[in-house]
């Protein structure tokens, strides 16, 4: 993997709109506060501009995307938020000077293809939250934007996450791959797949049904992607909905039949995906995973 600069004050940060259009209000704000932290923040042109569902035409996104990858003296791109949108720009984009210049790039979600397609390209990338989320109900800022500072500017972290009954110990280490389940699984097959093998695999997801969870679940078995892992963390599953017929089982419960036959660690319910507490992962970077009895710790190495 490649080694990113640590971002500092002075260093410049850009903000983007890969996929969903978001208002000023849930972007500003962070904004200033990166201002003051003493960060030169600029904005894509179209950051803020709607097409349907979306933040501005595919070629307005692409473009301002593009421009942030493109930029020698950009350190860190935050997308602004999720959503749906990046699969259909990631053909757009050529990342041949980014990679003469290549800088964090931080954001979830529907972000989870450009993660994967950063991964390919060796270049280490951040889990984390997006603007809207920086901050609490009071404007307090929230640990979830404390860990992704971290993270940008170079410092080491590390996680105690308290123990569920499905949890299975062990210890690991390895580069931590993944993101969204729904956003991994559409990538089975195209050029932008992710390896897992010898990894640590995160997964998350909001919103889903429990038997297309079963269903994506599976598909990642019948590839291989649960095979070789060298563990497994799964973070939040928000909001998922069952059918008038109840499918039965839970998202852990799936999991923990889907993977009765590997005996690598597994980390339950780790704070991380769309629930109250989004906290950073660095994706591509050696982690060190250990599920005990009494909790899991995850350490960046």
């Avoid at 940060?13 to 201002?35: D, N, T, Y």
């Avoid at 950063?118 to 800022?141: C, K, Q, S, W």
């Avoid at 897992?196 to 679940?217: N, P, S």
Wanted: aromatic fraction near 10%; charge should be negative; include cysteine.
């Amino acid at each position: 993997m490649i080694t990113l600069k640590s971002i500092k004050p002075g260093s410049t940060i850009r903000i983007v709109s890969p996929a969903g259009k978001i208002e000023e209000k849930h972007v500003m704000p962070a904004v200033k506060w990166l201002e003051e932290q003493g960060y030169t923040v600029k904005l894509g042109e179209h950051v803020f501009a709607r097409h349907y569902q979306f933040a501005g035409t595919d070629e307005q996104r692409a473009a301002d995307v593009q421009e942030a990858l493109d930029d020698p003296d950009c350190d860190a791109i935050i997308c602004s938020r999720g959503g749906y949108g990046t699969v259909r720009i990631i053909e757009r984009l050529d990342f041949t000077q980014f990679l003469e210049n290549p800088k964090w790039l931080v954001g979830f979600s529907d972000i989870t293809i450009l993660h994967a397609r950063l991964h390919n390209l060796e270049v280490p990338t951040i889990h984390g939250v997006m603007p809207r989320y920086f901050f609490d109900e009071a404007g307090t800022p929230r640990e979830d934007l404390t860990s992704m500072m971290k993270l940008i500017k170079g410092e080491r972290i590390s996680y105690d996450v308290d123990k569920t009954e499905f949890d299975r110990p062990g210890s690991a280490k390895g580069q931590l791959v993944g993101g969204n389940l729904s956003i991994v699984n559409s990538l089975h097959g195209t050029k932008y797949d992710i390896d897992t093998a010898g990894k640590i695999l995160f997964l998350e997801d909001i919103d889903e049904f429990l038997y297309h969870t079963d269903r994506m679940v599976h598909q990642l078995k019948l590839s291989g992607k649960l095979d070789n892992l060298a563990g497994l963390i799964l973070g939040d599953f928000t909001d998922m909905k069952d059918n008038e017929s109840p499918f039965g089982q839970t998202v852990h419960e799936i999991f923990e039949e889907a993977i009765k036959d590997f005996n690598y660690p597994v980390c339950y319910g780790f704070p991380g995906g769309h629930d109250k507490k989004n906290l950073a992962l660095a994706f591509g970077m050696e982690w060190e995973l250990e599920v005990a009895e009494e909790g899991t710790k995850l350490r960046l190495v």
